[in-house]
């Protein structure tokens, strides 16, 4: 939550979230940008778990660029559920 505060405090706005990669019901890489109302966007990958609820579990965050990672440790933690 402090992430997404602090976003918020330095102008980011709005967030779009689309998924690009799913294995199972729990897990999902996606493409998330933030965006900023005078036009700057942030483009990030991030790795969501939903809990058994259906609430986020946990999230993690890479640069854009680092969908190999971000790819690997999608099928990392989907070879553990």
Do not use: K
Request: with cysteine; glycine share 10%; hydrophobic share 45%.
């Amino acid at each position: 939550m402090e992430l997404v505060h602090g976003l918020h405090d330095v102008g980011f706005r709005t967030v779009t979230n689309t998924p690009i990669a799913v294995r199972g019901e729990q897990l999902a890489l996606c493409h998330r940008v933030w965006h900023n109302p005078d036009g700057f966007d942030l483009p990030m990958l991030v790795l969501v778990a939903a809990g058994t609820s259906g609430r986020v579990g946990y999230q993690i965050m890479w640069d854009a660029e680092a969908f190999d990672a971000a790819i690997e440790e999608l099928d990392r933690r989907a070879g553990q559920h």
